[in-house]
């Protein structure tokens, strides 16, 4: 049974949503240059903004570091963020209000006590965070470097870590849907966190990002960055895991990007072209898509 007051948010959210959309000119702006827009049809995108003004309209956007916020920027990482939810519902991301935006990437003083005692304090230069029932943190020299299906989202990255925080901490195992069975889950990442810890050990060149090794959870918000960023890599590298995510998420990328491609399989378009990677002269994407051919908080750290 539903409860008046989920009632009432509902009727005051349809009342919203008739009342006007994010207006068509700063929606275009948003969704413009990234192709992981591109690949959904009309009605999704409509479900996109539908849920991306609620977004804009009740989360708190807040500046730090010098950050100048406007409607567009608001927009783009609300549509960034709703992505996730697009077939779910805007109350998966209950029980949190702002989202703080720096220019670039910020600082984080850290301090731990080691075996014998003795205190050690560093600092950290992240590009995004998450706190349990707390703010969502992020660069928007980052957000702006996310969408282009490269493999890296550092807004989806820290939704996914909004949506493992629904039933507590950020451990990789989160609240699941209805005939999902929570011990394939379990098992599934289970081994496939082991397995990818095991190549990094070994120093394996992995075509996914080394960080999804911290913790569960980091591999939980990696995979799904990869996921909806260059589905058909989680699919090679973890098929189990994609099939899984598939259902969680209750969306199908690789379907996304199979529509998309062009009739003759030799014909070429720049947006399908990845950038350089952050780590100079290696691109983990491109050289995973040539090996097929031919064969508490929680932050991301800049350069990972």
């Not at 960034?80 to 703080?100: E, H």
């Not at 995004?128 to 957000?143: H, K, N, Y």
């Not at 451990?171 to 289970?190: E, I, K, S, Y």
């Not at 003759?264 to 378009?269: G, K, L, M, S």
Request: hydrophobic letters at 40%; proline letters at 6%; a negative charge.
């Amino acid at each position: 049974m539903i409860s008046p007051f989920r009632l009432l948010r509902r009727r005051r959210r349809r009342k919203l949503l008739r009342q006007g959309l994010i207006s068509e000119s700063t929606w275009l702006w948003s969704l413009a240059g990234l192709r992981i827009f591109d690949l959904l049809n009309n009605e999704e995108r409509e479900r996109l903004r539908q849920l991306s003004t609620l977004f804009v309209h009740e989360k708190i956007f807040e500046p730090a570091g010098g950050m100048i916020l406007d409607d567009r920027v608001r927009t783009r990482i609300a549509a960034l963020a709703c992505l996730p939810i697009l077939n779910l519902d805007f109350d998966c991301y209950d029980g949190w209000r702002t989202v703080v935006v720096y220019p670039g990437g910020f600082i984080r003083p850290r301090s731990e006590f080691d075996a014998i005692g003795v205190m050690h304090e560093w600092e950290d230069v992240l590009t995004g965070e998450s706190w349990e029932r707390g703010p969502v943190i992020l660069s928007w020299a980052d957000v702006q470097g996310s969408g282009h299906c490269e493999g890296y989202n550092v807004v989806i990255h820290e939704m996914a870590h909004k949506l493992d925080m629904l039933n507590g901490a950020a451990d990789g195992f989160p609240n699941l849907h209805r005939g999902m069975a929570r011990r394939v889950w379990t098992d599934a990442f289970t081994a496939a966190f082991e397995d990818f810890n095991d190549r990094v050990d070994q120093e394996e060149k992995t075509p996914i990002d080394p960080y999804a090794a911290e913790a569960p959870g980091e591999f939980f918000a990696v995979l799904s960055e990869y996921f909806f960023e260059a589905p058909d890599l989680v699919r090679m590298e973890y098929p189990e895991i994609y099939d899984l995510l598939a259902q969680f998420y209750r969306q199908d990328p690789a379907a996304r990007f199979r529509s998309s491609l062009p009739a003759d399989p030799f014909q070429t378009r720049d947006a399908q072209a990845p950038r350089e990677s952050r780590q100079t002269g290696h691109n983990p994407l491109r050289e995973a898509l040539a090996d097929a051919v031919s064969g508490d908080d929680h932050g991301r750290f800049e350069n990972d």
